[in-house]
């Protein structure tokens, strides 16, 4: 069978790409989900781990750990959700290794249901700060915390996939998110009292 024109694949969505890849093992189809999806999955790793350099390193080997379990994933279609789990997780484990990476303890659950109620204070705070403004804000958040709320509003990731790529309860995935917003409207409200 003559192999398919480079040109022709590029117009695929991941997911036909995926099939054919596994039905044909044609290479060029690794190198066109790295140039659609390589860029973004760069930016993500940088903005989590703040050093260019480990950045394109994560990078490199997010795509190798999705290239070598691309047979298992369910859905192929879903691949840009499954490989941002991946580099989710890598980063995770990096800042794990560097132990900057602070985890909470079990007992941060506790109490979730009660916080959770004043969930709404926080939100309208939220939603009055500009793009700029959270830029800078989220920088100022602990790794945990920025990652957390990249992951549920950049990436529109579910709870249930926090909790599947973190690795920890879904009232955990449910605290962490409350505790995230609640130092971000925090920063904000002192930002504005400075401002003044």
Same mark, same amino acid.
């Given at each position: 069978m003559q192999?398919?024109?480079? !040109?022709?694949?590029?117009?695929? !969505?991941?997911? @036909? *790409?995926i099939n054919f890849f596994l039905e044909k093992n044609d290479k060029q189809i690794l190198s066109i989900l790295y140039q659609r999806h390589g860029k973004w999955i760069f930016h @993500?790793?940088?903005?989590? $781990?703040? +050093?260019?350099?480990v950045a394109k390193d994560l990078t490199h080997d997010i795509f190798l750990k999705a290239y070598l379990k691309i +047979?298992? *994933?369910k859905d192929p279609e879903r691949f840009r959700g499954w490989v941002s789990s991946i580099a989710y997780n890598m980063c995770i484990n990096h800042l794990n290794l560097r132990k900057d990476f602070q985890?909470? !303890? $079990?007992?941060?659950? /506790?109490?979730?249901s009660n916080e959770l109620d +004043?969930?709404? @204070?926080?939100d309208k705070i939220l939603l009055e700060i500009t793009l700029e403004q959270l830029q800078v804000l989220l920088q100022k958040l602990s790794d945990s915390d920025r990652m957390v709320l990249m992951m549920r509003y950049q990436d529109e990731m579910s709870i249930l996939e926090i909790k599947d790529a973190l690795n920890?309860?879904?009232s955990a995935v449910k605290m962490r *998110?409350? /505790?995230? @917003?609640?130092? *971000?409207?925090k920063l904000f409200e002192n930002s504005k009292t400075n401002a003044i």
């Amino acid at each position: 069978m003559q192999k398919m024109a480079f !040109s022709e694949l590029q117009h695929w !969505s991941d997911g @036909k *790409l995926i099939n054919f890849f596994l039905e044909k093992n044609d290479k060029q189809i690794l190198s066109i989900l790295y140039q659609r999806h390589g860029k973004w999955i760069f930016h @993500k790793c940088i903005g989590i $781990v703040k +050093n260019e350099e480990v950045a394109k390193d994560l990078t490199h080997d997010i795509f190798l750990k999705a290239y070598l379990k691309i +047979n298992t *994933l369910k859905d192929p279609e879903r691949f840009r959700g499954w490989v941002s789990s991946i580099a989710y997780n890598m980063c995770i484990n990096h800042l794990n290794l560097r132990k900057d990476f602070q985890t909470e !303890s $079990v007992e941060e659950h /506790r109490g979730l249901s009660n916080e959770l109620d +004043n969930e709404d @204070k926080e939100d309208k705070i939220l939603l009055e700060i500009t793009l700029e403004q959270l830029q800078v804000l989220l920088q100022k958040l602990s790794d945990s915390d920025r990652m957390v709320l990249m992951m549920r509003y950049q990436d529109e990731m579910s709870i249930l996939e926090i909790k599947d790529a973190l690795n920890i309860g879904e009232s955990a995935v449910k605290m962490r *998110l409350k /505790r995230a @917003k609640e130092k *971000l409207a925090k920063l904000f409200e002192n930002s504005k009292t400075n401002a003044i």
